[in-house]
């Protein structure tokens, strides 16, 4: 198994606007992406993601409001299958610190690259949301290759 793993740190004194990003439709839109659809604030919700490049439908599987957000992906990529998505947030100094996880690739193959590198990307796209009020969501999003 291969995981991909981020720890980022967020200029806030509010872990709930953090987690409010991770939890509701318009936070989740305001970084990752604009084609958002559903609810993530109750544990067995489905969110679904959409990008130019195609999409996915996640399950909430844990939450512990304002510290973890846990995501199973129910439908999408092949190489996604069985994996498990999780935020951790936890308060330090005059930061949030989020540890991101995606964890149970079956294997490290390319599109795991691709897809690690976009996670930083987006991670920093929900930085900037929290720290200036303006992420980088799909479709506004840096592109890094010829899969976007």
Known sequence: MADILHRIGIKSSSMDDVYQALTTRDGLAGWWTS????????????????FGAGGFDMKVADLNPPSLVVWELTEGPEEWMNTTISFELKQEDDYIILLFKHLNWKEPVEFMHHCSTKWAIFLMSLKSLIETGKGAPDPIDMKIDNWN
């Open 35 to 50: 084609n958002t659809q559903g609810k993530g604030n109750q544990v067995g919700d489905i969110i679904r993601f959409r």
